[in-house]
């Protein structure tokens, strides 16, 4: 019932969290230089087409007027038309938000594979080389930007030794209807087109690094710190003093108490990653969210940029959530905590 | 070394991943970067450059445009034009037929104007005051008539900027909206291409229709791809690759010249009649002085520019010489002096005292940040506090809307979109286009005004031709611009794809059916 009660709370405050972005963001978004109807028209439109765009889009009425408008069509899961594309904000987010996310995910997914290990290996070899070659590893990724780091794989791969693909999704040879997902790996083994499949995963693995390396060297560095930490603990004494078998202490009593930090890291960071994706997007043609959303703020086209800003807001806030509940399953002790408040 | 085909099929299961997707390939691909997206293919709607490659592929329009700028016939025939140059009669092909095999009528036409004047975006603006709803009507199955509500000379040359729709395909899906969202992502044209695929920010994929009315030649292209990408990187790796056919016209002198010593392709030069200004805001202190505008084009360094900074041709009026008909060749160009710069400032009424005054232009472009630093050091040497003024695009379509917010100079390219001087002076030297980024001058003549009004209903081209010289004399007196150069054009083009010709309107140069594979 405490669980519920506190859940309840943070959806709430979630929900509270979202209406003061949609009103920030509407508010910054209008004060941002240049005319929308005017840059969507071009130079070459009349005064009175320009006027007539901006009626159409509700643009010369009172600014809380406009919002009011904008809650309205949310309300109704209506986010409007975009300038840029001329088509619903809809369409355009649920054909370009699993490009987005499945390139997240896999970024997620290889920064946890490849992360935890290292900080595991880095705490038990502490101080010996393989903690040092983890650490450099990890100061290296964190201080190199992505994009410097997308534009070196695609010369790498694709230009020096051209193995792997460079552009996109899939390769314009491959015929293929995105299934009910969007998501090309999970909708391709879901029909078995292992064609589609091999492709798509050979166009993630360039952006994906890119993206992944940072990431990786930051969840390795925390899993190390929190390892040390927990090894420290009475608990892991007695346990190798009653012959514990140091597998055992490494990975059940060590290891997931320490997977709390790194848990949540990696929850921020897919969710942050969802609007922060956007320059290796661009570099690779990949088309995602957060390539568009970045184009939609240079068109000013108002409502295409809300729409990404409160998808990406709504996604951020329901990881932390799924977050907060996650950390409460792996670490009983959060659960505890959370009873007593 | 002998594959047996068992231990072939065993290699491809390991390497499924890496190697062996998406082996297949069509006859001739072309695949070209492109830097900006595709917006819409809706033809009332279309609007830029990218915007016009895509739909001058999957659309035809009654006539089209040559390299030369001359009209040419594509779904219509022939068309004549009333003594009065009021009315503009068409009559289509008979074998013209849209990609789905049904014949494209004269009702298609009134059907394609109509939807355009109700959503009145993209080329509607060609026709403001000229035509209206009521103004097309079909004479019969193949004839169309275009009534005009007052005498517009560039009136054919407009034609080129509308592409005829399928009417009762679009009718057969109008929801509530004349069509406009399943246009968005369909088409009902009568072009050499359709729609094969379309990932909205990547890439864009147009397949030949086979049963195109108008046929096509030796080595047709069968199928165009897209890939929107401005990242130098990712267009080298494409092109090592193999994939890469042909670059935009945007790349880098690097990849240009990384590109060639691939030895796979050529780099394909061309002179545009797209113009590159310093505009000079005539309504605001310094430049409000004709005297003090003139000095800028006398201290403006023009070879430095030209054959330095932003390779192009010799400009020596608003009008390129593209337009060679109407183009005043007896202006000479200005030549680059500083002395003659300081004496013509002497003339002006801020002479005796440092003139403050504000460069614009694009922040982040590097040449125009190279050109922006040269007038500032030629500028200083003569007089002038200069102030740099580098803003973000957007802020420049904003602030070019009022006299008081437009720099007194600043860095834009114009090209026609129309092959007609009226393109070139209407919407950037007419009262009635102030206060875009096309007319930054403010002009606001009488005189001039009366010129470009008197060329639009003189029908005769040699009249035209006449006001359009004495319309450039007047505006090189009153300098309102600093007339830099012509933009070439140049591609990274694959050695065996011929066919690139800069055509005066848009982006119909990349009308590939002009294009041909030259390599068996």
């Given at each position: ?6 859940l ?13 972005l ?55 899961g ?8 001329e ?13 987005t ?56 791969a ?59 060297g ?40 320490s997977?709390?930090p ?25 088309p995602g ?5 970045i ?46 408040t | ?8 099929f ?50 035809d ?59 009145n ?7 403001a005051?000229?035509?209206?709803a009521?103004?097309?009507?079909a ?8 009534t ?14 509308v ?94 010249k ?9 780099i ?7 113009a ?17 505008r ?19 041709g ?34 002006s009424?801020?002479?005796g ?30 007089g ?24 007194a ?12 001087p ?73 050695k ?25």
């Amino acid at each position: 019932m405490e669980f519920l009660s506190f859940l309840l709370r943070r959806v709430g405050w979630s929900l509270l969290v979202l209406v003061g972005l949609s009103m920030v963001i509407f508010f910054i978004a209008r004060i941002v230089p240049g005319d929308p109807a005017r840059m969507a028209l071009g130079p070459t439109a009349t005064a009175e087409q320009v006027e007539a765009l901006n009626d159409k889009l509700g643009l010369n009425k009172p600014i809380t007027v406009q919002y009011a408008y904008f809650v309205g069509g949310l309300a109704q899961g209506d986010l409007g038309r975009s300038l840029l594309t001329e088509r619903a904000v809809n369409d355009d987010i649920r054909d370009t938000f699993p490009a987005t996310f499945e390139l997240v995910f896999a970024t997620i997914f290889m920064a946890f594979v490849f992360g935890v290990p290292m900080g595991v290996v880095a705490a038990n070899w502490k101080d010996r080389w393989p903690d040092t070659a983890v650490r450099l590893f990890a100061i290296f990724a964190a201080v190199t930007p992505s994009f410097f780091l997308a534009i070196l794989l695609q010369v790498l791969a694709g230009y020096v030794l051209g193995v792997l693909p460079t552009t996109g999704r899939l390769s314009p040879d491959v015929v293929y209807t995105a299934g009910p997902t969007g998501l090309l790996i999970f909708d391709s083994i879901a029909q078995g087109r292992w064609d589609v499949l091999g492709d798509a995963v050979r166009h993630l693995i360039l952006p994906a690094t890119a993206l992944a390396a940072a990431t990786t060297g930051q969840i390795a560095r925390i899993t190390r710190a929190s390892m040390i930490d927990t090894s420290r603990q009475d608990y892991i004494e007695a346990a190798r003093a009653f012959g514990v078998p140091g597998w055992l202490r490494l990975f059940k009593y060590n290891l997931r108490p320490s997977f709390v930090p790194p848990l949540t890291i990696l929850g921020l960071e897919f969710a942050s990653l969802i609007g922060g994706a956007f320059v290796v997007e661009l570099v690779f043609a990949w088309p995602g969210m957060a390539a568009y959303g970045i184009r939609t703020i240079l068109q000013k086209d108002l409502n295409a940029v809300m729409g990404v800003v409160m998808v990406s807001g709504v996604f951020f806030v329901t990881v932390n959530l799924v977050i907060d509940i996650l950390v409460g399953i792996v670490d009983p002790r959060v659960r505890i905590r959370g009873k007593r408040t | 070394m002998i594959i047996r085909p068992s231990r072939l099929f065993a290699s491809c299961a390991v390497a499924a991943l890496f190697a062996c997707a998406g082996a297949a390939s069509a006859e001739t691909v072309v695949t070209m970067n492109t830097v900006q997206i595709f917006g819409t293919i809706d033809p009332a709607k279309i609007s830029d450059y990218t915007d016009y490659m895509a739909a001058v592929n999957l659309y035809d329009g009654l006539l089209t445009v040559d390299s030369s700028g001359n009209l040419v016939p594509e779904l219509a025939e022939s068309w004549a034009v009333s003594d009065d140059a009021r009315e503009a009669t068409f009559t289509l092909r008979a074998d013209a037929h849209f990609a789905d095999g049904s014949p494209v009528e004269a009702s298609d036409v009134v059907y394609t104007f109509e939807r355009l004047f109700r959503i009145n975006q993209g080329p509607a603006n060609l026709f403001a005051g000229v035509l209206s709803a009521g103004s097309v009507e079909a004479v019969d199955a193949r004839t169309v008539k275009f009534t005009l509500e007052k005498p517009f000379a560039p009136f054919l040359a407009t034609i080129p900027a509308v592409f005829i729709l399928n009417e009762d395909a679009v009718t057969a899906n109008e929801g509530g909206d004349d069509g406009q969202t399943w246009l968005a992502t369909n088409t009902a044209g009568a072009g050499a291409y359709t729609l094969k695929s379309w990932e909205r920010g990547a890439r864009m994929v147009i397949v030949r229709d086979p049963n195109y009315y108008k046929g096509f030649g030796d080595g047709p292209i069968d199928e165009v791809r897209w890939i929107v990408t401005n990242d130098e990187a990712t267009v080298k790796s494409l092109a090592a690759s193999g994939e890469l056919t042909m670059t935009s016209q945007y790349q880098s002198p690097d990849t240009y010249k990384a590109l060639e010593d691939m030895g796979r392709f050529n780099i394909a030069k061309e002179a545009t009649a797209t113009a590159f200004y310093l505009k000079l805001n005539t309504k605001v202190a310094p430049t409000d002085d004709v005297h003090v505008r003139r000095a800028i084009a006398l201290a403006t360094d023009y070879d430095t520019i030209r054959e330095v900074i932003l390779p192009g041709g010799e400009l020596t009026t608003p009008l390129p010489k593209a337009f060679a008909d109407f183009h005043n060749d007896d202006i000479p160009q200005v030549a680059y002096d500083l002395e003659a710069a300081k004496a013509e400032l002497a003339q002006s009424k801020y002479a005796g005292q440092e003139i403050p005054i504000v460069l614009g232009y694009v922040a982040g472009t590097k040449f125009e940040e190279e050109i922006s630093l040269l007038m500032q050091s030629n500028l200083e040497q003569i007089g002038f506090k200069v102030t740099q003024q580098p803003d973000p695009w957007n802020r420049i379509t904003e602030i070019a809307g009022k006299v008081e917010t437009t720099p007194a100079v600043n860095q834009v390219f114009f090209g026609p979109t129309y092959p007609s001087p009226d393109s070139m002076f209407y919407t950037q030297y007419h009262s009635n286009a102030a206060g875009t980024w096309a007319s930054m001058e403010w002009v606001q003549d009488p005189e001039v005004d009366a010129m470009i009004d008197k060329a639009r209903v003189t029908g005769d081209p040699a009249g035209q031709a006449a006001i359009y010289k004495e319309l450039q004399a007047k505006l090189v007196d009153i300098q309102p611009d600093v007339f830099l150069l012509t933009q070439t054009v140049q591609h990274a083009m694959d050695k065996c794809l011929t066919g690139f010709k800069a055509v005066p309107m848009q982006s119909f140069d990349y009308d590939f059916t002009r294009y041909s594979w030259t390599c068996k």
